[in-house]
């Protein structure tokens, strides 16, 4: 017997997975063996207890099922190779772009395309550590998931799925940066302030001066607009920053300048506050010698949903498993503090 985790299990999946796996199961790997039993769901529970209920599995065709906890999503699509991931004995999953194309038919427009941003960045949640957060290669990217839906013609959510893509980000390092992302760069229409054309954590070679300044071969700017030379930086703890941290930012914003850019940095609380962000966009937009210009009925509603969005994915985890993995965190931080 196997199961397949689907759409929104498989998203929660890929959130807390260091890296994508590798091991590709076959389009035919879904077949009747796939409709999960009691026996089938306590193994993926207990290897996987970051899944929320119900867990949701793809099968070959639906049928009424008895067990609890269990949502069954019926598809006899066919899929082409790649299309699946083995993850686990027993257990596959589908791959991070399929999943996004699974996702597009129960979510709306903005947290599918949230959803995309956490599938293209370079981070995944762990909340065992102080940050909640861990490094990774990015699992998919926007140019990978347009394939795929290119080779999906007929797909359910593949209108949406296409809606989505054109305003999902890569390369972003964390859920604030994502947000930031949306709300600076998603047109009116979707509530943001329509700064088009930044890329996120793109490496730019820096002068031989600002080198010096830098300490570094190369200048990673959080969200750059490379028209006119403008770095938006977020700064998540600029109220506790070490020493350390203070003096690499410091020197980073230097080197940048030096080049000739405008940094512009963003805390949490800026973040936050829909009005603190106008005047980060119209700072932006002067830069970029425009103006910010809202050319779009009920644009507070449209924001206002917008913020609406949580900055991180907890709520696709099990919350007991997160609190869990949180207090062995702060645990470990008083054992180290007392030793």
């Not at 985790?5 to 890929?14: D, H, P, Q, T």
């Not at 990015?138 to 893509?165: F, M, Q």
């Not at 999902?168 to 302030?193: D, T």
């Not at 980073?252 to 949490?268: H, P, Q, Y």
């Amino acid at each position: 017997m196997r199961v397949a985790l689907y759409g929104e299990s498989a998203f929660a999946y890929y959130l807390v997975a260091g890296d994508a796996p590798s091991a590709v199961a076959p389009p035919s790997v879904l077949d009747k063996s796939c409709y999960p039993t009691q026996a089938t769901l306590d193994y993926v529970r207990e290897r996987m207890p970051y899944l929320t209920r119900p867990v949701h599995c793809l099968v070959p065709k639906w049928e009424r099922c008895t067990l609890d906890d269990v949502h069954l999503h019926g598809s006899s699509y066919p899929y082409r190779s790649g299309s699946f991931l083995r993850i686990d004995h027993g257990v596959i999953v589908s791959c991070p772009e399929l999943c996004f194309l699974q996702l597009a038919q129960s979510l709306d427009l903005l947290p599918l395309i949230q959803a995309g941003c956490f599938l293209c960045g370079t981070f995944g949640l762990d909340p065992s550590v102080p940050s909640g957060l861990m490094g990774r290669t990015p699992l998919t990217s926007p140019r990978r998931i347009g394939a795929y839906l290119e080779r999906c013609p007929g797909h359910d959510g593949l209108a949406r799925a296409r809606e989505a893509l054109r305003f999902v980000c890569a390369e972003a390092a964390s859920p604030p940066e994502v947000f930031m992302r949306l709300v600076l760069g998603l047109p009116a229409r979707l509530g943001g302030f329509g700064l088009s054309g930044s890329v996120m954590n793109r490496r730019i070679k820096p002068s031989k001066r600002a080198k010096a300044l830098a300490g570094r071969e190369s200048l990673v700017p959080d969200l750059y607009l490379p028209d006119c030379k403008l770095d938006i930086e977020f700064d998540s703890n600029a109220e506790h920053l070490t020493a350390r941290q203070a003096t690499l930012d410091a020197t980073k914003r230097m080197a940048l300048e030096s080049d000739g850019l405008k940094v512009i940095t963003v805390t949490t609380s800026q973040l936050a506050s829909a009005s603190a962000m106008r005047h980060v966009a119209q700072e932006a937009h002067a830069r970029r010698g425009t103006r910010l210009r809202l050319r779009c009925k009920n644009f507070a509603l449209r924001q206002k949903r917008l913020y609406q969005l949580r900055w991180s994915m907890d709520d696709y985890l099990d919350e007991g498993w997160v609190a869990a993995q949180r207090s062995c965190c702060r645990s470990s931080a008083l054992h180290v503090e007392v030793f």
